[in-house]
């Protein structure tokens, strides 16, 4: 039996963040390999949050233990996987922990005190307990080995994917039909946070007349500053801010984009690229971090701290249909490459390797 502790895909079904790729995970993981039997764990605080996530796999016997610290290894776990970002103290089988990103470490301004201590606490006790940290990127890797002191031979790169039957391209009456509601815009998708960028989105998308930005994202730490950048811009007729929308409506929104503009500057991975070429919509992104090793040659990069030059490549991807043809076309190939079932074939093989080391 493999133990996997996945306490941030407690609740409803996210359709973004860790807690959604920890589902597609799963799901992938107790598809492709039935013959295991996988305990989901989830710590005792997540549960009281929402209901649990059951992978369907009727042919995989799926086994929840509500209390990964005391009970896991006592029902024959021979390997343990803290996809959180986290690891309870165990007795001495494998264990491998799943590190997504190091911002609180690497950005300590862009976060509270308080989460900062927490989290990278968290980060640091995981990196000690583990025989094996997995990066979700070649940059993510070495910011774990930079900042967390894991030496780089304990650290394995597993890229995240995306799921192409559900993040698909629009038909045309649809996307007419959003155009018709919401006009030419811009979608950015994600947390209102300060490493997003978006105060710089919104500047460039001011300077182009007509183009619309519509954010999509719940509140965080820059909310204040991006209203205080569309005061600025005096573009307040042109920007729509959405918290909250379904999954169903974020592939529709993505697909129906003139373009998906992913200006962070600080991506552990970056799911939003890879989701928005899934759904054919053409990608300016940001040059920062883990962002083109995801984008590849798929999307048009840029350095996004700088305004003026955001706001010269979404110019050139809309005055430009053969150059938007070519990153859909281009996208569409790249999301079909980083599928999930691609990034549980390499998390499997890890753990047989773990298994083989450890027997």
């Not at 995970?25 to 013959?35: F, M, N």
């Not at 007509?210 to 204040?224: D, H, K, Q, Y």
């Amino acid at each position: 039996m493999i133990a996997l502790e996945v306490s941030s895909a407690a609740g409803p079904p996210p359709w973004g963040g860790i807690g959604g790729s920890i589902r597609q995970l799963v799901a992938a993981l107790v598809r492709l390999d039935p013959e295991t039997r996988y305990a989901l764990a989830y710590r005792p605080s997540r549960l009281r949050r929402g209901g649990l996530f059951r992978p369907a796999a009727p042919n995989t016997r799926i086994r929840v233990v509500q209390d990964p610290c005391n009970a896991l290894l006592l029902r024959g776990a021979r390997l343990l996987h803290g996809m959180s970002s986290w690891l309870p103290r165990t007795p001495a089988v494998p264990k491998l922990v799943t590190i997504y990103d190091v911002n609180p470490l690497r950005n300590p301004d862009w976060v509270s005190e308080r989460w900062r201590v927490l989290r990278g606490g968290r980060l640091r006790q995981a990196a000690l307990r583990a025989d094996c940290v997995v990066a979700p990127s070649r940059h993510a890797a070495g910011e774990i080995e930079a900042l967390l002191g894991v030496p780089a031979a304990r650290i394995r790169v597993a890229p995240l994917g995306v799921d192409a039957e559900r993040f698909r391209p629009l038909e045309r009456e649809a996307r007419a039909r959003l155009r018709a509601r919401y006009g030419d815009f811009v979608l950015a998708v994600g947390l209102v946070s300060a490493r997003k960028n978006l105060e710089r989105l919104v500047e460039a998308v001011a300077a182009i007349p007509e183009l619309r930005l519509l954010v999509v994202g719940r509140p965080s730490n820059a909310s204040e500053a991006f209203r205080a950048a569309v005061a600025r811009t005096k573009s307040a007729e042109r920007v729509e801010h959405l918290e909250r929308v379904s999954e169903p409506e974020l592939v529709a929104l993505l697909g129906a984009a003139r373009l998906v503009a992913v200006p962070s500057l600080y991506e552990g991975f970056g799911l939003t690229v890879l989701e928005a070429m899934a759904c054919g919509a053409p990608v300016v992104c940001s040059d920062a971090a883990s962002l083109p090793e995801v984008a590849g040659d798929a999307a048009l990069l840029v350095d996004a701290r700088d305004a003026d030059a955001l706001a010269d490549a979404i110019r050139r991807v809309l005055g430009s249909p053969a150059l938007a043809d070519e990153l859909v076309a281009r996208g569409l190939a790249r999301a079909r490459a980083m599928s999930w079932e691609r990034a549980a074939r390499e998390l499997l093989l890890l753990y047989r390797e773990l298994g083989a080391r450890s027997a």
